[in-house]
């Protein structure tokens, strides 16, 4: 398949809305060429007087079809509509070549609650976002109503939030084995052992420098994330001596939520859990990511349903009180009973936090090699899993409050945090909807300065690599240096002095 871009330049959206309707498609882009043979789209804008005239081709299995609209060009915001009306014409038209109907309609970012928050701070009822989204972007009601629900949750929590509050988080990006779907950058310890040492004691600096820049800016530390990777596969006594580099390096008087990923059940020991209990951690993430044992083997995780239920057992006995699990709506090998199977264990579990994600597929990950694979890709049930998960998370008295999507995800789909209510996981609301500063430690991390008067947002990339954080550790502190920098120009700002 091809995209054909004549008179414009509105490559990005367009060619991610046709692979949502052609997940695994090569798409060849051209610009301002005649159409070859093959499937195409072929996108035309000419100016003709006072108008934008926009013109849509779709050749598809032997059919041609065509629509065209206009735009007027007074219109302050005419590139942006003309790149809607583009994402709309295409949609209809593959939409009835190919008969599918993606629920999020021409909407391919990754943070669709924003767009509801807006519209909220304005007033704008909820009936008619819920039209203008299914007129406009083709979003299906049932969506919009998940994102105004969602949006509203985290407006009750985020709101109590202060200009020179920050978050914390650090990277262990190291993993027992790689999962078959996986394509974070985590290092298997088997790989990656020898490294780990050195990791840890660079992060531990990091961690001290980090601290004396939040004290000199009088930065007010509320949340605390360790994820990963899985930061459990550390043994309990390494585990502590971070939690303690924290502690001494940071004050933790104002903090809220302390979370640390205690991921997977094959690197949870009761050990661990009473070091990062005694860290003072709020909130621990144990992740299934399924109940059936047939998709854990399918999918590389190293360990059962029952040692995952055996761990949850044993944070509940130690005092956990806010746990969260993690699942995912279409792995390899599982079916629409074996995911109800898994909801059904979790809310009997009754976990403070349920988190359901949608498979994505990414390039890298082995999951996507595989002809088989990628035939699962296009037919499975996990459309109907993401619905069913809403249905009896609500029904049990969870709510959503946060939601987001990722490119390659399967049929489209989102990412949604549910909880019971007043168990909302603030650092994740604060990462998704970017609304306050992240300083992130360790490798691939990247700290995001967030001005929450302006909206003004500047990040700071660590390097991806542990071998590279490690061996270009000065110039991971240069980078910080970014940080005193952000908050330096903006008190000049506040001042008048800029
Ligand atoms: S535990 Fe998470 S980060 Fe580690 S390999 Fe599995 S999916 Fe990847």
Redesign the pocket.
Known sequence: MTLYLNGHTYKYELEHLIKMFFPLIKLGIVYNETEGDGGAVVTTLTEEDEEYRLTVTVRYEGETISRMETVSRNRTDCSAECERVFGVLIYELLESLTGTSPKWGILTGIRPVKLVSARLENGEPDERIVQEFERDYKVKPQKTKLLLETAKVERSVVSRRAENDFSLYIAI?F?????Q????V?H?VEQAKKLIPDYLLTLRHEIRETGKIAAELGLKLKTVYFG???PTVLRAEQLAELFDEVRECFDLSNCVEYTVEA??ADTITAKKLAAIQNAGATRISI?P?SFEDDVLEEI??KHTAAQVIDCYHMARELGFDNINMDFIAGLKGDTLDGFKRTMETALALEPENITVHTLSVKRSSSLYQDAESLRMIRDNPTSAMVDYSQQVLEAAGYHPYYLYRQKNTLQNLENVGFCKPGYEGIYNIYIMEELQTILALGAGAVTKLVDQGSGLIERVFNYKFPYEYIGQFDEMLRRKEQVRTFYERKRLCADGAL
């Open positions: 990006p993993c027992p084995t790689r999962c779907y996986c394509s974070f985590s298997s990963g990777g899985t991921g997977r992740n990511q590389g995780r």
